[in-house]
């Protein structure tokens, strides 16, 4: 019957509280496989949105790239790339970013809204931003990355419900992202994230004792490397 019901995935960096939303969304009404072939982990569940929608949730391998070598993050890749014949491809994404770590996490979030997929940013550990002098503008960083923006506490369970709010019917489109021309080499591509990157720190991030933005040399081949 699962097969049935629209698929929300979770898609974030590794202890991004990826699973940590996942378990709060889905309780107790969890199944655990593995992936076709290999002994990574499948999980998903069932949860209810607030207009009483049956949906799956797929809590994905953690992820920093879709472009990884690594076989847990190809899995993931595989999924959210359409190319994994027992599992369709997500009628909704729910892209899992550290609040505390932005610029870190908006790599993976960049390229996960070149997808085209429906997609909502889930803005975990803004207590942990907060109590590190971070101070974060949801409505502005929605502005800049072209999708919805919704501030959580995973651990606590805060800002659920509005979390839930976004899985509203029909999901939300994306439109295509303005950082990223057709006839671009991939090596332009990861330029032009790289500096949307930078642009989207310094409008929607920033530290009440700088005046200059946030964003940091922390990426490889980041800010620095421009």
């Known amino acids: 019957m699962s097969s049935l019901l629209e698929t929300v995935a979770l898609a974030g960096h590794p202890n991004a509280g990826k699973t940590t939303l996942f378990n709060a969304l889905t309780g107790h009404h ?5 992936y076709a072939g290999v002994t990574v982990e499948k999980k998903s569940g069932e ?3 607030p207009h009483g929608r049956k949906i799956r949730v797929l809590d994905l391998p953690g992820c920093y790239s879709l472009d990884s070598d ?3 993050q190809q899995i ?8 994994d014949p027992d599992e369709p491809a997500p009628h909704l994404l729910i892209n899992v970013v550290d609040a505390s770590s932005l610029e870190r996490h ?9 997808l085209g997929l429906p997609m909502v940013v889930a803005l975990n550990m803004v207590d942990v931003a907060e109590n590190q002098g971070i101070r974060l503008d949801p409505t502005l960083l929605s502005e800049q990355l072209g999708v ?8 606590r369970q805060k800002g659920l419900v509005e979390l839930k709010q976004a899985l509203r019917h029909p999901f939300p489109q994306v439109p295509a992202a303005p950082w990223i021309q057709p006839q671009m080499s991939e090596e332009e591509r990861r330029t032009a994230r790289l500096q949307h990157i930078q642009q989207t720190c310094s409008i929607a991030a920033r530290r009440p004792d700088q005046a200059e933005l946030l964003f940091s040399d922390s990426i490889p081949g980041g800010a620095g490397a421009l």
């Open 30 to 34: 969890q199944k655990i496989g593995n």
């Open 76 to 83: 993931a890749a595989r999924v959210l790339r359409q190319q």
């Open 47 to 49: 949860c209810f949105t």
């Open 148 to 155: 919805a923006v919704v501030p959580l506490q995973a651990n």
């Open 106 to 114: 908006l790599m993976l979030t960049l390229e996960l809204i070149e």
């Open 70 to 72: 690594s076989p847990d």
